[in-house]
């Protein structure tokens, strides 16, 4: 497309001539004659950005850079004009490189720019003993990264990959983006080193910052029988005394989930009917949802 100015004279009424300037305005939307150099730039919030464009025409009228973030005025006279943003203070920006040439055209071309950050932190989480054969969700937070569209999550065991996960995000600032493995624990997996790795795919690759890693853990994985002999002995979780016949409950929770016994606290008879007695609560609790509750009369 050309930018292409014409007077054109119109008869606007019987035996009246008027001039009319119409000015039909476009922008090419191909310019092989403009080269940017890079023709993309990868960059860090906050960093220098630089780029220069070069022109094969014969002759201009002057080339320009087109920004929000700080252009370069129509420059007369030159065939290369370079552009530079001290500090990259937006997320989401492509500068245009431009020239005028004497028929009135105006050649363009885009400098794609990508604005990115590192995630603030990458850590794991829901992070216990495992039994043999039960489904844990692990979850990697990867706090304050942009852009996510760009964001890989790399799960690691060892020296596999277990699993990898890209997001659908349109945001080019910085949020944060959570990943979720779920795994079948398996005895095998014992002493295993996890982790996540937060990467963000850029180009070019070799100006994309490094991985950050979370802190690697090692899983302990109990078969059910070693489960359920760590806390095969009876355990006082609660010991009161209790002055007052009447219903009381007894809950203990642990990995496996959360279980309530409920008893009955009544007057004692016979020796142990003086008004000096106590009655004692001692509430025991093992693995599995079993507990084990006593009234002690003193």
């Not at 996510?148 to 277990?162: D, E, M, P, T, Y």
């Not at 963000?200 to 489960?227: D, F, I, R």
């Not at 609790?285 to 507990?291: R, T």
Request: charged fraction near 15%.
């Amino acid at each position: 497309m050309k930018i292409i100015i014409k007077k054109v004279l119109k008869n606007l009424s019987a035996g009246k001539l008027k001039s009319t300037m119409l000015l039909f305005c476009a922008v090419s939307s191909s310019c092989p004659q403009l080269e940017i150099s890079p023709p993309r730039v990868v960059v860090r919030f906050g960093d220098s950005l630089s780029a220069n464009c070069t022109s094969s025409f014969n002759q201009t009228e002057g080339m320009g850079w087109e920004s929000p973030y700080g252009g370069v005025d129509l420059t007369q006279g030159v065939s290369s004009l370079h552009f530079k943003i001290n500090n990259v203070s937006g997320w989401a920006m492509e500068p245009m490189c431009y020239v005028n040439l004497p028929d009135g055209e105006q050649c363009t071309k885009m400098l794609p720019v990508t604005v990115y950050k590192m995630p603030d932190s990458v850590s794991l989480k829901n992070l216990n003993r495992m039994v043999e054969g039960q489904q844990y969700a692990i979850q990697c937070d990867i706090v304050n990264v942009a852009p996510a569209r760009n964001l890989s999550v790399l799960w690691h065991k060892g020296n596999k990959i277990l699993f990898s996960q890209t997001f659908d995000e349109s945001r080019p600032s910085p949020v944060n983006k959570s990943s979720v493995l779920t795994l079948t624990a398996h005895r095998d997996d014992d002493g295993a080193e996890l982790w996540c790795e937060a990467k963000l795919n850029l180009w070019p690759e070799a100006q994309g910052p490094p991985t950050m890693p979370s802190k690697s853990h090692n899983v302990t994985v109990l078969s059910a029988q070693e489960a359920y002999k760590s806390q095969d002995e009876n355990q006082p979780i609660l010991t009161r005394p209790f002055e007052h016949p009447g219903v009381y409950a007894c809950t203990a929770s642990n990995s496996q989930g959360t279980v309530t016994k409920y008893f009955t606290v009544s007057k004692p008879s016979g020796k142990f009917s003086s008004p000096h007695s106590l009655h004692y609560l001692s509430c025991y609790a093992q693995l599995f949802s079993m507990i084990f509750c006593s009234v002690i009369l003193f």
